[in-house]
């Protein structure tokens, strides 16, 4: 009998070959072995405490930084979605929030409550638990400067708690284990007018929306900026910003993010990507590194 037969009992779902395409901001890719969908906290803890040691396992967001490869992903494929993921409360000047909580809608509730320090969060189209991870940031705002702790599951199911500190967190990376599954968050914010707050994440929505192409099927930025340089200048100056490449170009709108431009595979995408590394890298000999993250296995 194999893994996929013998699945530990859960309240959730569990989905087997389930495709993912439809689950990213990029539209492509193949399915999941198994997507998991569970019913709250406590039902993915235990699953993971049942689950073989030898299955993959992977997390999946709300799929705004992911490129799914055409051959699917191996394991299992967890999805932390609804209520009991996405709650967002507010206590003082703490704001905790679920994982699948969207980071703009935690800006919007520290907002609401009269906490600034988040405003950033608002330009972030991703989730608290991909914001963990990577310490995501935008506008001159990390992660890290409004994170107080987090806690989540291991792989073999055992809670968890991280404070600040224990992140070791630099540009675009925590030293936090990759298998932890971050199920909450608790951000501090600072005392401020609601409606400042509010107006400064309209003016960073504003912008967002003038110079990021937020209405096509893309991703957030391709690449890390390098020190001493931006990403999008380099990919604008090596020439693709607009070429087609397959299915895929490199925005005309932002040179730093990739598109679906109708009917691109993740090979396309993902071919694109590198693409254009190898040619920075002759032309600067600068060699920009991935901020999308790419799963799963090539067609």
């Known amino acids: 009998m194999s893994w996929r037969e013998a699945l530990p009992a859960v309240r959730g779902r569990l989905l087997r070959d389930e495709p993912l395409g439809s689950f990213t901001w990029f539209r492509v890719g193949g399915a999941a072995d198994v997507l998991f969908l569970p019913a709250d906290p406590q039902d993915l803890g235990a699953f993971l405490q049942a689950l073989p040691q030898n299955v993959p396992v992977t997390v999946l967001g709300v799929g705004s930084n992911v490129i799914v490869r055409d051959g699917g992903v191996e394991g299992v494929v967890v999805r932390l979605a609804g209520r009991p993921f996405g709650a967002i409360s507010v206590e003082g000047d703490l704001i905790v929030a679920g994982a699948g909580a969207l980071d703009a809608a935690v800006a919007k509730a520290a907002a609401k409550a009269g906490l600034a320090g988040l405003e950033f969060y608002a330009g972030i189209p991703g989730t608290v638990g991909g914001a963990l991870t990577m310490n995501a940031g935008c506008y001159g705002g990390e992660t890290k400067d409004i994170l107080v702790r987090a806690w989540g599951y291991d792989r073999r199911g055992r809670r968890v708690d991280y404070d600040l500190a224990d992140f070791g967190y630099t540009y675009r990376h ?54 001493g340089h931006s990403s999008w200048k380099l990919v604008d100056a090596a020439g693709w910003r ?58």
Do not use: C
């Not at 109708?262 to 693409?275: C, K, M, N």
């Open 174 to 227: 925590s030293q936090a284990p990759a298998d932890i599954i971050w199920v909450e968050a608790t951000y501090r914010g600072t005392p401020d007018e609601p409606d400042a707050v509010a107006a400064r994440i309209a003016e960073i929505t504003a912008r967002r929306e003038t110079t990021q192409p937020i209405r096509e099927k893309t991703g957030g930025s391709t690449f890390k900026n390098p020190e």
């Open 242 to 299: 607009g070429k087609p490449h397959g299915g895929a170009m490199f925005s005309p709108l932002h040179a730093n993010f990739m598109i679906n431009t109708g009917e691109a595979t993740a090979a396309d995408l993902e071919g694109l990507g590198e693409a254009v590394r190898a040619d920075v890298k002759a032309r600067t000999g600068i060699d920009l590194q991935w901020e999308i993250k790419r799963l799963g296995r090539p067609a």
